[in-house]
């Protein structure tokens, strides 16, 4: 029988969202939850929507761009769907990100967590998810473990931690999944402490899990 290990869910049917120069926002992590993982945030861009998103000194940023693409203003870069931005500064910043489409939506990702070197560097990587069920490292030269994978139905997959004692943020990006034993489904997020191997099973066809070791 598998152990249940500590953990948070994070529903998304219950997400507060709120609306800001025409986007919905809503905040799945605040820093409140964890130490080194700061932020996360989902952004819904109408047509003409535009979003400024702050980020704290010494951070790591990923934005990954779920439909759409959008233009983040301040460096003058284009991301569309199936793309990874990351981002490692020193100092704070502000991106100002818009909906680079007149007539269609967007949806966005940004995960920030703490720096664990001072670095400083952008990078813009191609999302190309030629392996199904297995995970994928999704961002390079980053502080923290992260992975990106695409399931079959009813197929399973087991990580084990490199160290012990850290954390496992996880995130539904489509279908659903039993994730340590719990039911996660679209959008939903977990955070799993106290684990040394994570184990998962995808239940839904074209499911796609992304998870990262903080």
Sequence with gaps: MLVQNPSKIFKSDFAI??????????EIITEKEHLNLRKVTEIVFDENGKYHFQSTENCNLIILVLYGEILIENIKKQISADQIFTLKSTETKILTLNNNFESEKADVLII???????DNFTNIKNLNIVYRNSFIPIAENFDYPNFIGLYDGRKEDTYTLNQYGKTIFGMVLNGAFE???RLMENR?????????????????????????EI
Excluded at 17 to 26: D, F, T, V
Excluded at 112 to 118: F, M, N, R, T, Y
Excluded at 195 to 210: D, G, Q, R
Aim: net charge negative; with cysteine; glycine share 2%.
């Design 188 to 212: 939903d997020a977990i955070l799993l402490n106290e684990i040394e191997t994570l184990e998962f099973e995808a239940l839904s066809e074209n499911a796609l899990i992304l998870f990262l």
């Design 17 to 26: 969202w709120k609306q800001e120069n025409g986007c919905q926002i809503r």
């Design 179 to 181: 994730f340590q034993n």
């Design 112 to 118: 920030e967590l703490k720096a664990e070197e001072a």
